[in-house]
Nanobody, 122 residues
């Protein structure tokens, strides 16, 4: 089992950047594929970015490709989401999640953080 805690959210102007962090507890962090999801008010939770256990393979939703970057540091039990060129449509609660397999669907992820709010002002 793994517990996840996100940080780094906040208010940023359009065009700006933020880096989210997700700290994991437990000694088995490197066993999990990791993902970032987001959920805006009134919308379903959507996949943003994911990586395999090593971080060597990464994948993104079309809406963030080229702007966001996922990375992990297994020595620090942490996964990051670097977000650049933010726009108002990126406003949402961002969640990190851990899965036993590389996936884009929320149902494939067994463990979730509590989320961190990202608000982009236009």
């Amino acid at each position: 089992q793994v517990q996840l805690v996100e940080s780094g959210g906040g208010l940023v102007q359009a065009g700006g950047s933020l880096r989210l962090s997700c700290a994991a507890s437990g000694r088995t962090f490197s066993m999990y594929a990791m993902g970032w999801f987001r959920q805006a008010p009134g919308k379903e939770r959507e996949f943003v970015a994911g990586c395999d256990w090593s971080g060597g393979n990464t994948f993104y939703s079309d809406s963030v490709k080229g702007r966001f970057s996922i990375a992990r540091d297994n020595a620090k039990n942490t996964v990051y989401l670097q977000m650049n060129s933010l726009n108002a449509e990126d406003t949402a609660v961002y969640y990190c999640a851990a899965s036993y397999q590389v996936a884009r669907t929320p149902s494939a992820y067994a463990y979730w953080g509590q989320g961190t709010q990202v608000t982009v002002s236009s």
